[in-house]
Each structure stands twice: as C-alpha cells, then as structure tokens.
C-alpha cells in the first residue's frame, strides 16, 4: 500500500487551520469544532458575511418573530412523497449553500461549516383542503 493509499485509508480527515484561512482558527478551536462532526464530510469553514451576522443576531434576539421563516404554500395533487424527497435531496447535494449550518454557541466569531453530503429531511405535512380556504390553510402552517 502506498503513502496515498493509506491516506485515504484513514477514518478521519486531518486538518490544519491553513486549511480554512478565512475562518481564522487556532488548530485547538479547529479540533473542537472537528469534533461536532465527521472530518471525511466537511467541504469548508467560513466566517459569517455581514448579512448572515445581522440574521443570526435577529434570529437569537427575538427567536418568535419568524421574520426569516419562509412558509410555502402549494397545491399539489396528486403528489409522490418519495419522489417529492428524493428531489429535494438532489437540489440539496447540487447547491452546497444548503448543506450549511451555524456554529455559534461558546464562539467569539460564528462560523458557517458546510458539509458535502448532508440529508436534510423536509419539515412539511400534508393538509387535506376540504372547505378551507388558502388563507385558513397558511394560518395553520
């Protein structure tokens, strides 16, 4: 087996804070945080842009507003739940934004780490329209 080979034989990735210049990291605040997820799945580590830090701080400050929940509202008949998440799986895994989350807790600066194979669920039911109105049906959501 050569030096490669045994490499990519590791379970764990090793990193170095080089390998994330943006973020800034000591190697110690890396290995903490390396330690929250699998090392072979993160794909990068950057500092929040100006806009997120503003999101976040509204986000904490007043959790209840909902003022960047976004809620949809649609009309589908008849649907395929199992093709409906497999489609949202591919728009996930083509579009990294979407396999990013917000370290913040117990940080001096928030970070957002992006991973590369992530499997986020949707958080949807199905309500069955009846007599209701769309109206009455988004005040539910």
Do not use: C
């Amino acid at each position: 087996m050569n030096l490669q080979e045994r490499i990519e034989s590791l379970e764990a990735r090793i990193y170095s804070p080089s390998d994330f210049p943006l973020a800034q990291l000591s190697q110690t605040e890396l290995d903490s945080l390396l330690t929250l997820i699998n090392s072979r799945n993160l794909e990068s580590i950057y500092p929040l842009s100006p806009m997120q830090e503003g999101m976040l701080f509204e986000s904490l400050y007043a959790p209840e507003s909902g003022v960047y929940v976004e809620q949809l509202l649609l009309k589908i008949s008849p649907l395929q739940v199992d093709i409906w998440e497999q489609a949202w799986q591919q728009v996930v895994q083509r579009h990294s934004v979407l396999g990013t989350f917000i370290i913040w807790e117990h940080r001096q600066q928030a970070l957002q780490v992006v991973l590369k194979d992530v499997d986020w669920a949707l958080i949807w039911r199905l309500v069955p329209i009846g007599d209701s109105s769309y109206t009455d049906l988004a005040g539910s959501v």
